[in-house]
């Protein structure tokens, strides 16, 4: 689950890391209301407008302005909040932004990147760090991956001072600031940690000119599965930042992600899923979905994810693909046979049943009437998929 800046910012003060002072606002007034605060706790009059999006690059998109003084504050946040903000993440399509942080602006001396994640490889995470704060880690790495810093965390003993004093060191600082950014390091570690983080990033990571050590972004994404340990991060959940039909899927307990691909694909397994979308590929069809429905397919559960994956208007044939082992596919048949009936199908329907019972499951696709075709190998439900997708091109 990811999170707003503001939030990720108000997680990681918790746990003592530096951040910047901000107050999230969702109207014009709560935006100018929010730099009075600011300003009469600083005594400063430049400000910085955030929107908050959960999408990078909202800087070059128009999403992040300086504003001098309460009106300019007034003018620059009513021209961002509801506004369609467009960034190499969230597509052409752009997002609505329905609040803005208000932040004092800071005099920066120098910029860095610091972040934390879990390196699958090593089973250990691992804290990054660079001296190109302000540019994508991604690009970094491609560009100069010399300039990243690695220090890998035992889990079992858990970040030692000197790994923090060794990533402060390898970034330059100096005297005091580098005691501030071995701290700063420690705390940003811990609220990883103990908030179930899957991502933790500082980016940038600001040296002031008053030698202060301070995240100006900060962007947090959490652990799904440990969501209910953190009743009180969960309810950071923001909906309007997450596709409509993944919200609709995960009511039902279906695990779905939707792609760019015209063909729909409906699985009982994350494994065979994954493999399912391959068979597509090779098809000559491109993935409309991730979709796993787990391993107790239902007849409420098959219909749901008919409707979800048909509300996809790019889905020009439907593969379902279900192996019989812990739920039997004379089961599951029946479920596809009831869901069809109740589900107006207007495209091509390739159901792949292979396990347990799976004879008798064709056979009641196969007798109930409905426009099913029937499939038992992984080559034959791809020929299948291939001959729907090229009569349509045809058609």
Sequence with gaps: MKLHEYQAKDILARHGVAVQRGLVAFSVEEAVEAARQIQQESGKDLFVVKAQIHAGGRGKGGGVKLARGLEAVREVAGKILGMKLKTHQTGPEGQLVRSVLITEAVDIAREYYLGVTLDRQRSMNVIMASTEGGVEIETVAAETPEKILKVWVDPLTGLSPYQARQLAFG???????????????????????????????????????QGQVLALDAKITLDDNALFRHKDLAAMRDPYEEDPLELEAAEYSLNYIKLDGNVGCMVNGAGLAMATMDIIKLAGGEPANFLDVGGNASAETVEAGFRIILKDPNVRAILVNIFGGIV???????????????????????????????EEGQAILQESGLTIETAILLKEAAEKVTRALGQQATA
């Design 171 to 209: 970034l330059g600082f100096e005297g005091q600031a580098f005691k501030d950014a071995t701290r700063f390091i420690a705390a940003l570690y811990r609220a990883y940690v103990e908030s179930d983080a899957s991502l933790a990033e500082i980016n940038p990571l600001a040296l002031t000119e």
């Design 328 to 358: 039997r596919c004379d089961r599951v048949a029946r479920g596809i046979v009831e869901a069809a009936r109740k589900v107006e199908i207007n495209v091509p329907l390739i159901v792949r049943l292979q396990g347990t019972n799976a």
